[in-house]
């Protein structure tokens, strides 16, 4: 198996790539670039390109402001996914938190989007959306059956109380391009449980699956979750 260097930079902590395939063939990659794991008093969203399937790519941009500060208090973005939607446009989400109590409950959980309508090159000014969470999903596009074009944008969060926190999977819906949202819709919710950190799937008959990390630490397996109409249960 050969292996290629997306990006290396050995004066920052670079981690959680995520990559789309655009209609020209361009691999899209973006990942985020941070102090340390544990140390997020410096962040930024990163981007890279490779035009010959992933044997070399450019040197990496930015795409978001650098966030600088004490991440207890200051905003500092954390984990970015990136899609391509059917009418060839990229879309960027990532998590920005601040304010991080016990349990992670309180503080900010918010979810932005840039988007690209020229293959990575170029990319807009964040837009907020009120997707509560952290580690979103890559934004879903449906392609079959009467949901398609439907956005689905997920994350995880835990819910009070914070001594005993409630881990809770739910996404969002839009029907309009990201216009307007629904109400989050409940994928998990199991007190026993530590979900988080799902991913959506379009099945081709047009069901959804999710399957979510168990992160209690004692082996548990992951789990899944289906959804027969689009996403609204």
């Not at 994350?155 to 990201?178: N, Y």
Request: proline share 6%; aromatic share 8%.
């Amino acid at each position: 198996m050969e292996q290629f260097a997306v990006s290396r930079d050995d004066e920052i902590y670079e981690a959680f790539p995520d990559v789309a395939l655009t209609p020209t063939g361009r691999l899209v990659c973006v990942f985020a670039e941070c102090t340390h794991h544990r140390d997020r008093s410096y962040t930024r969203v990163m981007t890279t390109t490779s035009d010959d399937r992933g044997r070399t790519w450019t040197t990496k941009q930015a795409i978001s402001e650098a966030l600088h500060g004490d991440p207890k208090v200051d905003p500092w973005w954390n984990c970015p996914r990136v899609s391509c939607l059917g009418d060839g446009r990229l879309v960027v989400v990532c998590d920005r938190i601040a304010g991080r109590g016990v349990g992670n409950i309180g503080g900010e959980q918010s979810n932005w989007l840039w988007f690209s309508d020229d293959g990575g090159g170029t990319w807009s000014a964040p837009r907020a959306t009120p997707i509560v969470g952290i580690v979103p999903d890559q934004l879903i596009e449906l392609k079959h059956g009467e949901y398609a074009g439907r956005w689905l944008l997920g994350a995880h969060t835990k819910l009070p109380p914070a001594e005993a926190p409630l881990w809770s999977v739910r996404t969002w819906i839009s029907d309009d391009a990201g216009e307007s949202w629904s109400q989050p819709r409940q994928i998990a919710q199991v007190p026993d449980l530590q979900l988080c950190e799902a991913s959506v799937a379009e099945l081709p008959e047009g069901d959804l699956v999710c399957f979510m990390r168990e992160n209690s630490g004692e082996g548990a397996d992951a789990y899944k979750c289906l959804s027969v109409d689009g996403g609204e249960s």
